[in-house]
């Protein structure tokens, strides 16, 4: 393996297609890139700039019906067309839609193969993460899924045990629905309350099909839930499920819409707590797989106040050091963010100005994110043999 290589997979004619209003806009990854790139993140010693391939419809097979693929293809084309999840408010037809989330696919198939191959150590891809797409239809602005594409496509190239780590606001519904009966992947997803929030799954009491008990485990939080919680949530459960499962690689999709600032959900987190998780997926992967991560993005509709901060950290934490919090963000960014999005408050360093507090779960106590995580301990931990209601497990 390339120990001192990580791979970040960037296909620049993602910015080509026209989504109008739609929330999923092109602009926020467009100011990623172009926020890492001004702070040197890309320029780093080790990076490996990948530009890769629409996947295939082999590719895109291993997860998505042949006639769903032509559906995608037919829907551009037919201004009536209806079905399939498709030319609904969340899912609306573009030109060249198949081609632009088969590029979508590619990208993440390639950060996955470059990973497995042995040429990086771990690889990003910011425009992926595009989870609720499900075989044989789109869902919540997802057309094809391509974390779940991803995984197929490690498991047929000999793995053994992938783990999924989702801490998007939004559960991870698809690549839980895909792998649900499957017992080489687990899927961890971290979420809004489906009670509050789209996609309305994800309770703790999904723990996967009756092959599989125990390789879906699901974290629904309370709304206003910030930084301490979440974080509290993430390390009373995350860590032991995964060391437990002892995966060999881990695939991460590092949604932002978390962040107290997005206007679609309602957790309250900060890019603090944020750059806070994708440390710790790092150093599990680090501990259990030597270090082999394949990150991807996700949700994130505060298209300038945060998106961008928040994979800029991302793409730093996989590509070597993590940014310190108060570095400053470059005039030439900002200058950029303002064009792109007039009227819209343009960060000046990459903080929100807190320090996420690191808290053990105490164990089964009254607070509303405390009962979460004893139900959902309650649900997966004694699948392997761990103690719901021993904090040390």
């Known amino acids: 393996m390339a120990d001192d290589v990580a791979a970040v997979v960037w296909d620049s004619a993602l910015l080509d297609y026209d989504m109008g209003d739609h929330p999923l806009n092109p602009v926020r ?15 780093r010693p080790g990076v490996q700039m990948i530009t890769p391939g629409q996947a295939s419809d082999l590719d895109l097979t291993r997860v998505h019906r042949a006639d769903y693929l032509d559906a995608v293809r037919l829907a551009p084309i037919d201004p009536f067309f209806t079905g ?30 470059a990973v497995w191959h042995g040429t990086a150590r771990r690889a990003v891809n910011v425009a992926g993460g595009l989870h609720h797409a ?7 602005f997802c057309v094809y899924n391509d974390p779940a594409v991803a995984i197929a496509w490690l498991l047929e190239n000999g793995a053994r045990r ?4 989702d801490v998007d606001v939004h559960h991870g519904d698809g690549v839980q629905a895909v792998f649900y009966d499957d017992p080489r992947v687990l899927t961890v997803s971290l979420h809004e309350t489906p009670l509050a929030l789209f996609p309305g799954t994800g309770f703790a009491d999904e723990i996967g ?25 993430f390390h009373a459960i995350v860590p032991s499920v995964v060391r437990a499962f ?36 790092r150093a599990l992967a680090d501990e259990l797989c030597d270090g082999r991560w394949v990150a991807t993005g996700g949700g994130g509709y505060a298209l300038v106040e945060v998106v961008p901060r928040a994979w800029a950290h991302l793409l730093a934490v996989v590509t070597g050091d993590p940014l310190p919090p108060e570095t400053r963000i470059p005039q030439r960014w900002r200058a ?6 007039p009227g819209t408050t343009v960060p000046e360093t990459m903080t929100d100005g807190t320090e996420p507090p690191v808290e053990p779960w105490p164990g089964p106590n009254e607070d509303a994110v ?11 931990f004694p699948l392997y043999g761990l103690d719901p209601h021993d904090p040390r497990d």
């Open 29 to 43: 990854v467009e100011l990623t890139m172009a926020l890492a790139r001004e702070l040197g993140v890309l320029d």
């Open 162 to 165: 992938v783990a999924y780590i």
């Open 246 to 281: 002892a995966p060999e690689i881990i695939v991460s999709q590092c949604g932002a819409d978390a962040h107290r600032l997005d206007p679609l959900a309602d957790l309250r987190l900060s890019v603090d707590g944020q750059r806070a998780a994708y440390i710790a997926m």
């Open 336 to 341: 950029l963010a303002g064009s792109r999005r």
């Open 84 to 113: 399939w999840g498709l030319n609904t408010p969340d899912n609306p037809v573009f030109d060249d839609m198949h081609q632009a989330s088969a590029r979508i696919c590619g990208a993440t198939l390639a950060a996955a193969q």
């Open 370 to 380: 405390d009962r979460a995580v004893l139900a959902t301990r309650t649900a997966v």
């Open 134 to 140: 499900m075989p044989a239809r789109a869902a919540g």
């Open 209 to 233: 099909g009756p092959t599989a008990e125990g390789t879906a485990v699901n974290v629904p939080l309370p709304p206003s839930t910030g930084d301490a919680g979440w974080l509290r949530a």
